[in-house]
Nanobody
Framework: QVQLLESGGGLVQAGASLRLSCSAS????????VTWYRRAPGKEREFVAV???????YSTNSVQGRFTISRGDAQETVYLEMTSLNPEDTAIYYC?????WGPGAQVTVSS
């Protein structure tokens, strides 16, 4: 059984940075695409960024230039580096490696 776990969330002020981490028990991320999603209060879950199994990365328009997805050297952790955070980034952030999901990490950005 693979379990994903996000960490690194918190409460920050607008303009600050945070780095989320996603770790997996039972396997590494090597050879698998890994995606970050988020769900803001009262909204549907939305795609944030993906690291494909070949190492390419893509992100949604609203975070381009501010968020970066990357993998640790040992493929045991996937990161979401978030900079210039604004209140619209407030959400629960989820790590996904199909079919597995983490429980989520709360990110709250105050104005």
């Amino acid at each position: 059984q693979v379990q994903l776990l996000e960490s690194g969330g918190g409460l920050v002020q607008a303009g600050a940075s945070l780095r989320l981490s996603c770790s997996a028990s039972g396997r590494t991320f090597s050879g698998y695409p890994v995606t970050w999603y988020r769900r803001a209060p009262g909204k549907e879950r939305e795609f944030v960024a993906v690291s494909t199994k070949s190492g390419q990365t893509y992100s949604t328009n609203s975070v381009q230039g501010r968020f970066t997805i990357s993998r640790g050297d040992a493929q045991e952790t996937v990161y979401l580096e978030m900079t210039s955070l604004n209140p619209e980034d407030t959400a629960i952030y989820y790590c996904n490696m199909d079919p597995y999901w983490g429980p989520g990490a709360q990110v709250t950005v105050s104005s």
